[in-house]
């Protein structure tokens, strides 16, 4: 008997839940990160979407993969881990936090496999060789130049999976959220996204 596919948020997490057989390979990182937010009181977080990621990789055979915003290194090496044979870059503007991403990256036995770069977005996104099959971003909402970036940077067909692309364009109406909605709009319009949602990420797979 075929299992069906999720058709809500809770039955995709409870999916993700019974195929991590062995419980959660990343565990430790996922602590590392909620540790360190607690402590020092800044925007690290790890998302907990890793697994998810980790699905989303495999499933689509992502050889090259790209993050914005990898924090200590959670959903970095869940993408490593989905994608078996892949390798994936992950961009973080802060350089303290990029330097334990790489210490914990290594304790899981990924730092060949996982490239982090410090720098911040766009401007740093400019330096990376096109071709991605997955760009993960994971900050504030994407600026008009950083959808540019991803068109520029994805393969024809490769997957964007954003957090609050459609804040500010279709809820531009909500205070501190109007700016750009417009130009957002015309860009995703022209650029010819396809789009859909998982969990609170939306997905954009570019035609």
Known sequence: ????????DAEARA??????QDGDPFGAIYTATERHREAHGCEAYASSN????????RSIGARRSLEIG?????????????????????????PGHAELARTELERAGLSARVRVHVGESPRALG??????????????????????????LLRTGGLLVTSNLFLGIYDGDMPGLAHGAESRRALLDRARWLTTFADLKALSVRL
Request: glycine share 10%.
């Open 1 to 8: 008997m075929t299992e069906s596919e999720p058709s809500s």
């Open 15 to 20: 999916w993700v839940a019974r195929h991590l």
């Open 50 to 57: 890793g697994p998810l990621l980790g699905v989303l990789a």
């Open 70 to 94: 990898t924090a200590l290194g959670y959903t970095a090496a869940w993408l490593a881990h989905g994608a078996s044979e892949g390798r994936v870059d992950t961009l973080e503007a802060d």
């Open 127 to 152: 330096s990376l060789e096109p071709g991605y099959d997955l760009i993960f971003y994971d900050a504030s909402i994407p600026s008009v130049e950083e959808i540019g970036a991803f068109h520029a």
